[in-house]
């Protein structure tokens, strides 16, 4: 695992990439709840590993469901602790930010994983 040392305007960008790709095909989200920016549908695969203190560092290949400015929900075979704090990064690129789990709901196919950005 690459060490994390992007730093907070690399994250920002990250992000901006990637709701940039997802505006190119995806549908904006008007509802917007608690949220300050729209969700956009996005289906990406993508590398989540486990980096809270103390973990055994346990790597999940998820599929995204949509992105924000300020988070992602993805599809996980697995269940993901609440508070998990996530590396992810594009399973096509090494540039990572950094989210922690604030939903785990069961899904069809597995459990829908909502992570906030750090």
């Known amino acids: 695992m690459a060490p994390m040392n992007n730093t ?3 994250k920002s960008a ?7 790709a997802a505006e190119e095909y995806g549908e904006k989200d008007a509802y917007l709840s608690k ?6 549908t996005w289906n990406e695969p ?7 203190k103390g ?4 790597t999940f290949y ?9 988070g992602m929900s993805f ?3 697995q269940p993901i602790p609440l508070h998990t704090r996530l590396e992810i990064h594009l399973d096509s690129a090494p540039e990572s930010v950094v989210g ?9 196919g597995g459990y829908m994983i909502g992570v906030s950005f750090e």
Do not use: F, G, P, Q
């Open 8 to 10: 907070i305007e690399d």
């Open 14 to 20: 990250i992000v901006r990439e990637w709701v940039s």
């Open 35 to 40: 949220r300050n920016s729209a969700r956009i």
């Open 46 to 52: 993508l590398i989540a590993t486990d980096v809270s």
């Open 55 to 58: 973990s055994k560092h346990e």
């Open 62 to 70: 998820v599929r995204t469901r949509n992105v924000s400015e300020e």
């Open 75 to 77: 599809l996980s075979r």
């Open 100 to 108: 922690v789990v604030a939903h785990c709901s069961t899904a069809l």
